[in-house]
């Protein structure tokens, strides 16, 4: 193995455990609420704060990359990701949890992007789809081993030692980024506007928390409201910025790109659907039909495991075949599959919640790398860079609002803890009606590619 390829392998590993970070704590969210005295909104917090910081974080990853070396990028990520697990072990409440999760997706943000980034710099685009399956695969395992490995902690010791788990293989990071990671991504003239970060967080922040306090208010209540008006105005404003600057912090050109802009969407839905299912189970299991978090880590273990080895299967044929075929059967089947989720009743069996939940992520793994693929290969060389800090960032932003958004779905659906099956099961039918509009924006881009 080359040296460019061993730098992108050691950056590759670090998103391994920040991401198996994210996931270990979605299976302690039943004891973290009991602990806290937090509902089920509330302690959604600890996701959709890690999500929204990594989102606000990674539309200045393109003036990093530019401005600063990788390795350097990479030790200040491992850092923050130490600082915010050492903070975990300790916190004392539930919003110091949440702080400790704020300083862990600082690093995520800078770190996240870099993966994408890098494979663009090292494989060439006839072997993309290959390469960005084979990231798929690594990238999930770790919510395939993160649910069942939690489940167990928690059942066995305490959830903090999910913060413990991770201390060992920091070490063991810094010491390979040490020895491998070379500083392969190209220096260019590079300018931070501050205004800029200002608005694109503004946005981010204002758009999350409008839809996170729908539930404790209404959609029609002025503090909702204005936080929407707030961020469209935000965003707005940020975009037109990007035009007028020389060098923009984030160069929204790329949505110039009917390809990419279209496949984006489509990828930004199918990942909201993803991280929002992973959520769901565990509470379905746990909540509505009794089980442990070892259980509902279990039961999530199968199709995780489909997704991995699945993504790096739909890598290869879409390098050989194309994306058309493989990824219409891919909506085809995640249409069908939530389907039978909006079926579901308290006394389903486990078999079959795994075998559906299998179904589901088989789907997701041919619909979201080869559209990830298609979109950056839709872009010039010279802007990829900014293509991939738009799409992560997106992707992480979307992945907030629909965890928040889908508990919002459940909260108002379920007027106390014995109606929470109602609330899910609300929750899977609005996943439904997403998956179309996936598959609509994907029909889209392939209009576009034809042209």
């Known amino acids: 193995m080359n040296n460019d390829k061993l730098t992108l392998w050691v950056i590759v590993s670090t998103n391994f455990f920040l991401l198996l970070n994210q996931f270990l704590l979605i299976t302690a969210f039943p004891t973290i609420m009991e602990e806290f005295q937090v509902n089920a909104a509330e302690v959604q917090g600890l996701t959709t704060a890690f999500l929204l910081t990594t989102a606000v974080m990674i539309p200045i990853n393109g003036y990093l990359v530019d401005r600063f070396t990788l390795r350097g990028l990479a030790f200040v990520s491992i850092t923050c990701f130490l600082i915010g697990t050492v903070f975990g072990v300790i916190a004392p409440s539930f919003p110091a949890l949440i702080v400790a999760r704020v300083i862990q997706a600082l690093g995520a943000g800078i770190m996240l992007p870099l993966a994408q980034t890098v494979l663009l710099l090292v494989y060439p685009s006839d072997q993309r789809g290959r390469a960005m399956g084979v990231l798929g695969l690594i990238m999930n395992v770790a919510p395939a081993v993160g649910p069942a490995i939690a489940g167990l902690i928690v059942d066995v010791f305490h959830w903090r030692y999910l913060f413990w788990l991770t201390l060992l293989p920091i070490i063991l990071l810094y010491v390979l980024t040490y020895m491998y990671v070379r500083n392969i991504t190209p220096s260019k003239p590079a300018q931070f506007d501050t205004f800029s970060f200002f608005l694109s ?19 029609l209540d002025l503090r909702v409201i204005a936080a929407f008006v707030i961020s469209m105005l935000a965003f707005t404003w940020f975009s ?53 978090a070892f259980v509902s880590g279990m039961i999530l273990m199968p199709g995780t495991i489909v997704l991995a080895v699945f993504s790096w299967i739909s890598g290869v044929l879409f390098d050989r075949y194309g994306g058309r075929v493989i990824i219409s059967i891919g909506f085809v089947f995640l249409i069908l ?20 939940f299998g179904i589901f992520m088989l789907s997701i793994s041919i619909t979201m790398m080869p559209q990830v693929a298609s979109a950056m290969n839709a872009l010039p060389s010279s802007i990829m860079p900014h293509g991939t800090a738009v799409l992560n960032a997106l992707r992480q932003f979307a992945m907030a609002v629909g965890v928040a958004s889908l508990t919002t779905v459940v909260t108002l659906s379920a007027n106390n803890q014995n109606n929470l099956y109602d609330g899910i099961n609300a929750a899977f039918l609005t996943m439904g009606v997403l998956s179309i509009f996936a598959a609509g924006f994907f029909a889209a881009s392939r209009i576009f590619a034809k042209k």
């Open 201 to 219: 967080s503004l946005g981010f922040i204002t758009l999350l928390l409008g839809v996170s306090t729908i539930s404790t208010y209404s959609i």
């Open 240 to 292: 037109y910025r990007q035009t007028q600057l020389q060098i923009p912090l984030l160069n929204i050109r790329v949505f110039s790109y009917p390809v990419f802009c279209l496949a984006t969407l489509s990828v930004l839905i199918v990942s909201l659907l993803l991280l929002s299912m992973e959520t769901l189970i565990p509470l379905f299991a746990q909540n509505v039909q009794g089980s442990s």
């Open 337 to 356: 599959s939530l389907a039978v989720f909006c079926l579901f009743q308290p006394d389903t069996p486990s078999l079959i919640v795994i075998i559906t």
